[in-house]
């Protein structure tokens, strides 16, 4: 039996478990059925995700189930699984988004058509805690053809939604030093080795946005901002006339800034404001 053709690899640290059953059953459920699923979790104290892994591993003998010693965080978890990976490419998902039934398929299928694409993503809806569609998300593909002169334009690309050839992401892997921000850092390395990106303008994946307190929002966005600053400030001498790039760094730099010196009771009210608009 020769290897599959798809890696899928999942990370996942302390996911409800409605969450990530649905995410783990929207993989084992594809259309396309030749691929091997790396699940690696992050938390070794989390009894009940560790059981519902296993329990599904016993079923399906196509998941991989990884578990780390300590907390390492999402880019090494993920390293972890790249490299045992078996397969010509490598799906990312998160483990509580979902995957529409034909994802698989139709990337594999786009990849082996198009032999000059090397990173591949989708369109995305966005779902809510219940899993009702909220909103939708559709990079234009010319952008995304074109991810040199639009990178730094504004957002074009869902982590999720990627599959890469393995071989390129077993050389890049991602940057284990950031917490956040390492899909951003992966990118940015795969733009200087001139690899190419293209999307399929189908929606392929629900990704979740969870409401969370207003607090652990702000401190998203804080490291969010903070990790973008080191990244691009590491890349800075590939992109130094590039203006576009320098208006992302001024503004991670303002918003952590800000951030972290101003009352937190100001910032409190100016995100209530703008959740009302």
């Not at 798809?6 to 995410?23: D, F, G, H, Q």
């Not at 104290?45 to 196509?62: A, G, H, L, M, Q």
């Not at 594999?108 to 909220?134: P, S």
């Amino acid at each position: 039996m020769g290897n599959p053709k798809i890696s899928v690899i999942m990370a996942t640290y302390r996911e409800p478990e409605e969450y990530l059953r649905k995410s783990i059953e929207s993989i084992l459920n594809q259309t396309f059925e030749d691929f091997e699923f790396i699940i690696v979790l992050d938390d070794p104290n989390n009894e009940r995700n560790e059981k519902i892994i296993k329990e599904y591993s016993e079923k399906d003998k196509r998941i991989v189930f990884l578990k780390n010693k300590k907390n390492l965080g999402r880019g090494a978890s993920r390293n972890r699984a790249i490299d045992i990976a078996k397969g010509k490419y490598v799906a990312i998902m998160d483990a509580d988004d979902i995957a529409l039934p034909q994802r698989l398929e139709k990337q594999f299928n786009y990849l082996e058509e198009n032999e000059d694409i090397d990173l591949l993503f989708t369109w995305a809806y966005w779902i809510d805690e219940r899993d009702n569609i909220i909103g939708s998300f559709k990079p234009e593909r010319y952008k995304i053809k074109n991810i040199k002169n639009y990178f730094f334009r504004e957002h074009l690309l869902v982590h999720p939604s990627m599959m890469i050839k393995t071989r390129i992401l077993k050389r890049l892997k991602y940057n284990e030093n950031l917490s956040s921000s390492e899909d951003y850092d992966l990118w940015v390395r795969c733009i200087l080795n001139n690899h190419n990106f293209d999307i399929i303008e189908k929606f392929l994946l629900k990704r979740r946005l969870v409401r969370e307190n207003i607090e652990k929002r702000i401190n998203k966005q804080r490291n969010y901002s903070k990790y973008s600053i080191s990244v691009l400030w590491k890349y800075k001498k590939y992109f130094y006339y590039n203006v576009y790039f320098w208006k992302t760094f001024l503004f991670h730099l303002s918003m952590y800034i800000f951030l972290t010196v101003a009352p937190k009771g100001l910032i409190k009210e100016l995100v209530k404001i703008k959740d009302r608009k």
